[in-house]
């Protein structure tokens, strides 16, 4: 079992750049979580996904963050345009919704440094 | 400037000493709880769970404890390992199904 795998691993672009991170779900999951993680303000869900749905996506900062999963083994979270206070470590989490979410599996995280 | 960010509480122990956690959640409606390791450079690690119809859950070498008169939450690791030294945190479940509300977490460290 590969895990939750996330590209790049690390980013650093310059202020204004469109970013792009990737994740692929542990197959068969069908829940997927974009968390951001910074010193501030600890670990943040970002938005969630339950069967390619987006189900609550409260915590997306602003309209520069979206987020998409045209399928179940594929997710993205874009931020166009980039700023600094966007450095973070983001991370990728899957789970099985086997009625309620349960365990969330995390990928190794994408470290975004925006300068 | 300086920049100001989360004072995590922090645990330093001795190998072989038991370690004690503990995380004060918000929500009491919560119904489901998680404690996540989270070391450094890679993403938090289930460890144990345990719902709120239970006070007590154990694990191999770790025990959940549920207090939920005082909304507490405490993770017990038995014989402290250099291994277990890591960022700790635990994770409530509130209203909504599928979304983890994480606390700011501790820091424990293990000196041989």
């Known amino acids: 079992d590969a895990g939750v795998i996330q590209s790049p691993r690390h980013e650093v672009t310059e202020m204004g750049q469109e970013v792009t991170l990737r994740c692929k779900p542990i197959s068969g999951h069908n829940s997927l979580f974009w968390y951001r993680q910074t010193m501030m303000r600890g670990l943040e869900l970002l938005i969630y996904f339950n069967n390619n749905v987006p189900i609550d996506d409260s915590g997306m900062p602003e309209d520069r963050f979206s987020a998409k999963m045209p399928n179940a083994s594929f997710s993205t979270l874009k931020i166009q345009p980039s700023e600094p206070r966007d450095s973070a470590v983001y991370f990728c989490?899957?789970?099985?919704?086997?009625?309620?979410?349960?365990?969330?599996?995390f990928g190794p995280g994408t470290r975004l440094t925006v300068l | 400037g300086e920049s100001v960010g989360l004072h995590l509480p922090t645990l330093s122990v001795q190998e072989g000493d038991n370690s004690i956690i503990n995380c004060a959640y918000s929500n009491s409606a919560s119904d489901y709880f998680i404690w996540y390791k989270q070391e450094s450079g890679k993403g938090p690690q289930f460890i144990i769970d345990i719902r709120s119809n239970m006070d007590k859950r154990q694990g191999q070498r770790v025990t959940v404890l549920l207090n939920k008169t005082v909304k507490h939450l405490s993770l017990q690791i038995a014989a402290t390992q250099p291994g277990d030294s890591a960022v700790y945190f635990c994770?409530?479940?509130?209203?909504?199904?599928?979304?983890?509300?994480f606390g700011q977490g501790t820091i424990l460290t293990v000196h041989p």
């Open positions: 994770a409530e479940r509130g209203a909504s199904y599928g979304k983890l509300t």
């Open positions: 989490a899957s789970s099985l919704w086997a009625g309620r979410a349960l365990e969330q599996f």
